[in-house]
């Protein structure tokens, strides 16, 4: 299993400031989440139960004609190598390591492809799986180039795989209502959008067939009942849903406003975080960290990762780090 | 995959009753609920943690050197075939399906053995697996009769599946505290006991080389925040734990006496539910869903499970239908 969360905690070990001192930047999770109302004793007492709603109410936020909830898109990352025999695996790099091990663990053959040949060597995998917009790279594609890439992989019997864990400040750049074609796979993810990374849900649109090998893979009640409950609600609150995008917009444009003042302008970024290539990276995370603040640190490219600050405070403190940083001259 | 929940919409359908008018009987979950306090934001919000304190509580609770949280007992049963090669694996009938199934699923030998065999034809299998008490059919077996099983299937590399998903109304029947030992698998459910199933939680209590290749196996993430947190909370009210021990047995009880008062003496049961094999128990479940009452029906043997009421009102309902039915000469 590859290394996941801990990291504030080791870092607050090692840089002995206590875990609930630090601004933590590290992730990709909106610091402004959906208020979860308190949930009704029923949904944590009994099974959960498909025909409550979820599937409806998220094809209508999705646009999907139809989809599979699952207990995080992490789930189906797993679970979607395991539904093909031994294939050639295109694997979008630098990009979520998650889909790189699953494809390798369930035996297939898999080449990790910058994006910048991509959409050229396709000829060479049966499977292309990327990440849009891209994480940390914030590479973006345009509809109908995907489209084009899933059909010539379609032709032969692939599948072009999309992780749009981070594509619901943009929704019009989602393949989600195109996913009755057979081999097109979109993954979903609420963590990211909804601020709810600890519901454990995302979901799986393609093709009735893909879905239901996936279903059988996955086994019943794979979501629980408090987050299909809240789910139901989030999905209908179209009003919180807009303001969201909106912030999410403006938070990211004043993250990278930010670091231009600080001469770190941002190399890419989406409406979640803004990444910066800098030969420095590693020291300007250190620095940060002596500052109780936490990147994501990158090795290949040698990368920062910042995530959006929730509030003004947040904003200020990171303003305040990386002037000091610099009035030191800590990061040369 | 089998088929799982939607028996109750499915009989409000059948018998033109709404689903909230139904006595659910069909479940062998507690009615009597421990009581989730308002989950905090941060539960929702973050990342699920392994550091939280939850398999340190779970230890404590379950009595168990050390164990692996799992997205509900399902999703052990599932995982647990894949990580051995193909065996004979003996599943004790009748009892929940879901273990001939996946057994099955993952490519082994499967052969269901009724319980009064399963000690005698010990050596033409390499895993046994049976429920502890046993669901339906309520069988209990002597610590050292399971122990001594383990042993001699644990001698040439075997395994010996315990699912103990009904044994926290008896807890010192659990082989919890064993299973330290090579090739002994304990399954927890937090479900029955605590009437939480909609948290979908269990636990695999095993040898630190199957939790690591389970863990593995399943990935990051697999509970909820909210669940991981009312978890802790749960597992520490040992008050609330030993009200509900008492509870159940009276509760178990008093269907038990009801039952014999309309001459349906129950084959067997547990704290959670009572047993009836009754060659008429076909039109008996026809009758009781008639009054909307549902139990859960079997047809191998012919047999009834009846779940626990949850409160006075419940069993006067229950008491009321089984009086009707007999003066009418409903069931024959």
Sequence with gaps: ????????????????????????????????????????????????????????AACDYYGAPALLPVAGSQAAIQALPRLRPRSRVGVIAPGYAEHAHAWRQAGHAVECVPVAHLLDAIDEFDVVTLIHPNNPGGETFTRDALLALHARLQARGGWLVVDEAF???????????????????????????????????????????????????????????????????????????ASQRDWLHESSAKLAETLVRHELAPTAGTAFFQWRCDARAAALHAALCRRGILTRLFEAPASLRFGLPGEDAGFERLEAALADIHARGEVQ
């Design 167 to 241: 594509i619901d400040a943009t929704p019009g750049h989602s393949l989600c209502p195109d996913t009755s074609r057979e081999g097109l796979v979109v993954l979903r993810s609420v963590g990211k959008f909804f601020g709810m990374a600890g519901a454990r849900a995302g979901f799986v649109c393609a093709s009735p067939a893909l879905l239901d090998a996936m279903r059988e893979r996955l086994g019943p009640w794979t979501l629980t009942g408090p987050t299909r409950w809240a789910l139901v609600q989030a999905f209908a609150d179209t009003g919180w849903q």
């Design 1 to 56: 299993m590859l290394e996941h969360g801990g990291r504030l905690l080791r870092a607050a070990r090692e840089y002995r400031i206590a875990p609930e001192k630090w601004l933590d930047l590290s992730t990709g999770i909106s610091p402004r989440a959906w208020p979860v109302p308190v949930i009704p004793p029923r949904a944590w007492h009994r099974l959960p139960e498909d025909e409550d709603g979820l599937v409806e």
